[in-house]
Nanobody
């Protein structure tokens, strides 16, 4: 069974770049599936942000595309999200997930505050 684990900084200052890493176990990120980042701001619904496929192709939410970059390290079986120019509105729980399998990490809380 594929398991995902997010790692994030916890607290980021406004205007900085947020970097999140998802470590995958029990399966390879190069074998199959779309590997996604999804977030949930406090009191709001889930927001899909970006995905990278097993072949390395990428897709982004139009509303976040200008600030978002997704990449992967196949040697570590990890994929990473970077979100630039963060504001307090980017405060959320961030999840990595394989939506097709319904497999999600536990989520990592990120707060943007000075």
């Amino acid at each position: 069974q594929v398991q995902l684990q997010e790692l994030g900084p916890g607290l980021v200052k406004p205007s900085q770049t947020l970097s999140l890493t998802c470590t995958v176990s029990g399966g390879s990120i190069t074998t199959d599936y779309y590997w996604s980042w999804i977030r949930q701001p406090p009191g709001k619904g889930l927001e899909w942000m970006a995905a990278i496929t097993y072949s390395g192709s990428t897709a982004y939410s139009p509303s976040l595309k200008s600030r978002t970059s997704i990449s992967r390290d196949t040697s570590k079986n990890q994929f990473t999200l970077q979100l630039s120019s963060v504001t307090p509105e980017d405060t959320a729980v961030y999840y990595c997930a394989i939506e097709a399998l319904g497999s999600w990490g536990q989520g990592t809380q990120v707060t943007v505050s000075s």
